[in-house]
């Protein structure tokens, strides 16, 4: 009871705070440095993340195009008239207003804010154009905006009017009756290709053969091609290949307000399709608002009409939650790959803070064993070692914060706390357990066993500690393999969400290096002293020296596991952004599928051999390959339709040509030649995403107006294109089966590709893989990835080689005493250089050596589950890609600055009277 009655507060004494504080104004400035500079990287990462954040999310919708519309269904009302036959509806246009207004009423207002204003596009049915021999479909389309459709010029004829003399009266016409007439306006393109004009019919048939009656009244030119309303209907502008199938040609008519209640009666009554599309506005969408806004477009769809119903129910449409989703996927990726590297350097900031602590407590321990002696409390100088550790770290991390946020516009303060803790408590524990040591009155023990018990004891409360770093380490791993970084998804998108249940896979790097240093920590030692017993044997006293200085120091733990975990760090984020270099070179390749290619339009596709040729004849080129490539082919394969790309190309040269790139090589291809497993099959390739096209599968490829060809899957495919759904067959074997090809691709390679595709002189898309892996590497989440992994890497290995002087000038006063003790004994002061680098080097070497391979193997073990993929463009996950020219320059600095710290020191110690020396170590 009395001793809780006598009980206080800790009294610090403020003189002899502010009186350490002076004398040690060095070192303690260089904790505020480091506390500060990496505070200021915690803090501003996440912020510069969060940035990328909102720039990818909105380059993600840009480069979406149409599959991020929010679109929306409804059925018209019936036209049946009073006499069994069918109304025209002169009000129709109006009729598609109010439907676009009503979709637009009933979008709530945080995706009202997000989307543009709604356009709304009615299209007819695909039609057969009857003449040619070349597949060829049609389709009227009416697009209607707010205020109006796109403008148009017309430089031949007029707009489309309507059919009868009386626009505003309701005529009724009979089901079984002629063809009713419908007016349509050309683009200059598509009327071109037609060769068509004004007051001609275009020669068109239904799917049951029945004929239409479409005439064109004027051509167009569009006053704005770049007007969006266009891109919902992009065969107004021109014929666009492939659109109906493999081989065909689709073409389409412009419909007015006036000529919109024919089209409705020149088809069945439910093949006027309407809709309603709502593009979104890149510029208004954060990161924070895409999780919200994707779970809108979810609830949306959720209580839209069923399609089955034949009412005027809207039906809402839309992918937007899709690309946002993949859009979160990445930046969750990213978000754990910086985190990764942060946790990295706060783990080697750590360590150095440790290791300057331990080096301030060394230099004050005969200070504080005076203040002991003196009277003072343990709780006493605690409190005051406290209050100053304290102020430093706080004052430092603010100033670093405060930087962060001048850089960063916001600021991560989490980040900073590990800091803030390390510098405030690791000099008061140090230095009140040196104060502690220094005054207590117990005396080692006379009997042996009890001297063997405190031995055990402490080696067992070491190895326990030992134990857990290992089992946090494997536990961490375990985390990683089996569940990965990617975090469960957010209501609020919040990109801090890493520090959760995360945080274990997320340390696993940061425990795998700390496992590794103990383990060479626990080697260390045995061979220091087999190098001594080989020296004791040798007849080189300076190697005895050396080796017994340091055998006596190995044990120390804080300066090896600060030059192993910083340089085995730095090497883990050089080859993280390493390999994510390589990977985006990579996924240019995959994307491109050459040097350059060509994507033909569809009114030169016939000038594609000739064309091919031409480039080949080019100086520099390497390799030109021709093929048709048309993404979202009708495949059927066990009565599931499906849309991958298919690829018609001749299969030799294309195995060629990835025989001579860094694309992976297909030998499957080979089997493109030989005959089908089947009668009349014809062979093919194949590649999906979720395995509906697998070997052995049989597929058939529907074609307009003609018998589906059968094709056998005996291979997998490579990826074109950087697609995951992939057919590939052989130009001949397929012409052989009456489909011949028509080339729409070119493929070219060589250092002259680039200059020989942009003088092609025909209308077509160039696309480089120069550009592509330019792009590549400037995206916001690409960039900064790569960014962080640099500046990591710097970081760690500057931190590493602070710790390496640090460790030195702990133990420099007790080596130079040995050293000066020894010079009494006929030791040169180049011999007292050569046993001080003796005792310094096996940290340094064991760190140079083997922490680029820790950081290696961490490397090989980590990045599969970091999910690099998603920002490199590849189909798979990049192997671990190591630059040892960069991890060779780690260990030459780790081992330079060793060779530096010698001289150095030797130098500072010159001045140093040996009686002054022996005294001191009296």
């Not at 096996?842 to 090989?860: F, H, Q, S």
């Amino acid at each position: 009871m009395n001793r809780w009655l006598t009980r206080r507060w800790p009294a610090p004494h403020w003189p002899s705070v502010r009186g350490r504080g002076r004398t040690d104004a060095g070192p303690l400035l260089l904790t505020a440095a480091v506390i500060a500079a990496v505070a200021l990287l915690a803090g501003a990462v996440p912020a510069l993340l969060r940035a990328a954040a909102d720039d990818a999310v909105q380059d993600t919708i840009r480069r979406a195009g149409n599959d991020a519309d929010v679109l929306v269904h409804a059925n018209w009302e019936r036209d049946d008239g009073p006499t069994g036959g069918r109304i025209r509806i002169p009000r129709l246009a109006e009729d598609v207003d109010g439907f676009r207004s009503q979709a637009a009423d009933t979008l709530g207002p945080r995706l009202d804010a997000a989307l543009r204003p709604p356009v709304a596009i009615v299209n007819g049915p695909v039609l057969s154009i009857t003449d040619g021999n070349v597949p060829r479909t049609f389709q009227f389309t009416y697009l209607a905006g707010d205020p109006g459709g796109p403008d148009v010029t017309w430089i031949a004829g007029s707009a489309p009017g309507p059919a009868v003399p009386d626009p505003d009266q309701a005529v009724e016409i009979p089901y079984s009756g002629p063809p009713w007439p419908v007016q349509v306006g050309l683009s200059e393109a598509d009327a071109a290709a037609l060769n068509l004009g004004p007051g001609d019919r275009i020669p068109l048939k239904d799917a049951q053969k029945r004929d239409k009656d479409v005439r064109i009244s004027g051509i167009y030119r569009p006053a704005d091609s770049a007007d969006p309303a266009w891109r919902l209907a992009p065969s107004l502008l021109r014929p666009v290949p492939g659109a109906d199938g493999v081989g065909t040609t689709r073409f389409a008519g412009l419909l007015s307000r006036e000529s919109l209640p024919d089209a409705r009666l020149a088809v069945d009554e439910d093949q006027l399709q309407r809709t309603v599309r709502f593009a979104p506005e890149p510029g208004t969408l954060t990161w924070d608002a895409a999780a919200a806004l994707a779970g809108t477009v979810v609830e949306l769809k959720a209580a839209s009409g069923a399609s089955s119903v034949r009412d005027g129910s809207l039906k809402w449409e839309s992918q937007l939650d899709t690309v946002l989703r993949d859009a979160r996927k990445q930046i969750s990726a990213a978000s754990a790959q910086a985190a990764v590297l942060l946790a990295g350097v706060l783990t080697a900031t750590v360590l150095v803070l440790l290791l300057a602590a331990d080096l301030l407590v060394r230099r004050r321990t005969p200070a504080l064993t005076a203040a002991r002696q003196r009277g003072a409390a343990l709780p006493d100088l605690g409190a005051e070692l406290l209050i100053e550790s304290a102020a430093v770290a706080l004052s430092a991390a603010a100033v670093g914060l405060a930087l962060a946020r001048a850089a960063a516009a916001d600021v991560s303060w989490s980040w900073a706390v590990p800091l803030v803790l390390a510098g405030a408590v690791a000099g008061p524990a140090f230095g009140t357990l040196a104060a502690a040591r220094a005054s207590r009155d117990r005396r080692k023990p006379a009997n042996r066993a009890a001297r063997r018990w405190i031995r055990g004891t402490g080696q067992l409360r070491r190895a326990a500690l030992e134990a857990a770093v290992l089992i946090a380490a494997v536990a961490a791993f375990v985390a990683l393999h089996q569940r990965g970084l990617m975090p469960a998804t957010a209501p609020d998108g919040d990109t801090d969400e890493l520090t959760g249940d995360l945080a274990l896979p997320m340390s696993a790097v940061a425990l795998g290096v700390l496992a590794g240093a103990l383990v060479l920590l626990r080697l260390l030692p045995v061979g220091v002293r087999l190098s001594l017993r080989q020296a004791l044997r040798s007849r080189h006293p300076l190697a005895v020296f050396g080796a017994a200085r340091a055998a006596a120091t190995a044990g120390r733990a804080l300066p090896l596991l600060v030059l192993v975990s910083a340089t085995a760090l730095a090497s883990f984020a050089l080859i993280l952004g390493t390999t994510a270099t390589r990977g985006l070179a990579d996924g240019a390749w995959s994307t491109v599928g050459a040097d350059a290619r060509l994507d033909v339009g569809a009114d030169a596709v016939t000038s594609t051999p000739a064309l091919a040729e031409r480039i080949a004849a080019a100086p520099g080129v390497g390799q030109v390959v021709v093929a048709q490539v048309t993404d979202s082919a009708r495949v059927v394969a066990d009565s599931t339709v499906l849309t991958p790309r298919l690829v018609i190309v001749d299969a030799a040269a294309f195995q060629r040509l990835l025989a001579t790139t860094p694309l992976p090589d297909a030998p499957a291809l080979a089997r493109l030649a030989a005959p089908g497993p089947g009668l009349g099959d014809v062979p093919a390739l194949v590649r999906s995403s979720d395995g509906d096209l697998r070997t052995g599968t049989r597929l058939q490829l529907s074609r307009d107006g003609a018998p589906a060809i059968r094709l056998a899957a005996v291979g997998t495919a490579p990826s074109v294109g950087g697609g995951t759904d992939i057919v590939i067959v052989d130009a001949a074997a397929l012409a052989d089966a009456g489909l011949p090809a028509v080339p729409n691709t070119v493929w070219v390679t060589g250092p002259g590709a680039a200059r020989a595709v942009s003088n092609s002189g025909v209308a077509a898309d160039v696309v480089l893989r120069a550009d592509v892996l330019r792009a590549q590497r400037a995206a916001p989440l690409t960039a900064g990835l790569l960014r962080l992994a640099w500046t990591a890497a710097a970081a760690l290995l500057a931190l590493g080689l602070l710790g390496l002087t640090l460790a030195a000038a702990a133990g420099a006063s007790e080596r130079w005493q040995t050293l000066t003790r020894l010079r009494t004994l006929g030791l040169r002061p180049r011999d007292a250089r050569w046993v001080a680098a003796g005792e310094l080097l096996p940290p340094v070497v064991v760190a140079a050596v083997y922490g680029p391979l820790l950081g290696a193997l961490l490397a090989r073990l980590t990045l599969g589950p970091l999910d690099l993929r998603l920002l490199t463009g590849q189909a798979a996950d990049p192997a671990a890609a190591l630059p040892w020219w960069m991890l060779g320059l780690v260990s030459v600095a780790m081992l330079a600055a060793a060779a530096t710290v010698v001289p150095v020191e030797a130098a500072l110690r010159r001045r140093d009277r040996l009686s002054e020396v022996l005294r001191a170590g009296e």
